[in-house]
């Protein structure tokens, strides 16, 4: 059974930084697509950025383009989040999620994932 526990959020001032991570256990990072999801107080939950398969291919929402940093550790089966140049736009539960194999899925909606974890909270202060 695949579980995922993110780590790292917190309060921090704009522009400030943050690391998130989301370790898994019964699934490897390396072989599956691991996204980050982020859901602000009355709004759906928004892709953030993803890392899929053994090439790590990665791809970003426009607004954290330049940013954020999504990475993995094969090593600690562990994918983060770099967060740079926080502004209070960015405040939200952030969520990382697995996906399996999708023939032809961009991995960019909540609907290619699989498993999620509990999401930690990010809050950027003006």
């Known amino acids: 059974q695949v579980q995922l526990v993110e780590s790292g959020g917190g309060l921090v001032q704009a522009g400030g930084s943050l690391r998130l991570s989301c370790a898994a256990s019964?699934?490897?990072?390396?072989?599956?697509?691991v996204g980050w999801f982020r859901q602000a107080p009355g709004k759906e939950r928004e892709f953030v950025a993803n890392?899929?398969?053994?090439?790590?291919?990665?791809h970003y929402t426009d607004s954290v383009k330049g940013r954020f940093t999504i990475s993995r550790d094969n090593a600690k089966n562990t994918v983060y989040l770099q967060m740079n140049s926080l502004n209070p736009e960015d405040t939200a539960y952030y969520y990382c999620?697995?996906?399996?194999?999708?023939?032809?899925?961009?991995?960019?909606?909540?609907?290619?994932?699989?498993?999620w974890g509990q999401g930690t909270q990010v809050t950027v202060s003006s």
């Open positions: 019964g699934g490897t990072v390396s072989s599956h697509a």
């Open positions: 890392i899929r398969w053994s090439a790590g291919f990665t």
């Open positions: 999620a697995m996906g399996r194999l999708r023939y032809g899925s961009s991995y960019n909606d909540k609907s290619d994932y699989d498993y």
